[in-house]
Nanobody, 121 residues
Framework: QVQLVESGGGLVQAGDSLRLSCAASGRGFLTRIMGWFRQAPGKEREFVATILNLGRTTYYSDSVKDRFTISRDNAKKTVYLQMNSLKPEDTATYYC??????????????WGQGTQVTVSS
């Protein structure tokens, strides 16, 4: 089992940057695909980015590609999401999760509690 704790959310202006962190504890982090998902008010949770266990392969949703960067430090058991050029539509609660692909859809297994990101225009 893996426990995940996100941090780094906050209120920023459009065009600003923010870095989210996800600290993992428990067993199996090194073998797990890690991901970030988000959920805006009134909307379903959606995939943002995933990173494979060695950190060399990443995937992004079209809406964040070229603006967000996912990375991981396996020695620290931490996953990061660097968010640049933030837009008001990026406003959401961001969740860290261990990730699995089912069909062509990324989904989470273990979830953190979420961290709020609000982008003002």
């Amino acid at each position: 089992q893996v426990q995940l704790v996100e941090s780094g959310g906050g209120l920023v202006q459009a065009g600003d940057s923010l870095r989210l962190s996800c600290a993992a504890s428990g067993r199996g982090f090194l073998t797990r695909i890690m991901g970030w998902f988000r959920q805006a008010p009134g909307k379903e949770r959606e995939f943002v980015a995933t990173i494979l266990n060695l950190g060399r392969t990443t995937y992004y949703s079209d809406s964040v590609k070229d603006r967000f960067t996912i990375s991981r430090d396996n020695a620290k058991k931490t996953v990061y999401l660097q968010m640049n050029s933030l837009k008001p539509e990026d406003t959401a609660t961001y969740y860290c999760a261990t990730a699995t692909m089912i069909g062509s859809t990324w989904t989470g297994d273990y979830w953190g509690q979420g961290t709020q990101v609000t982008v003002s225009s």
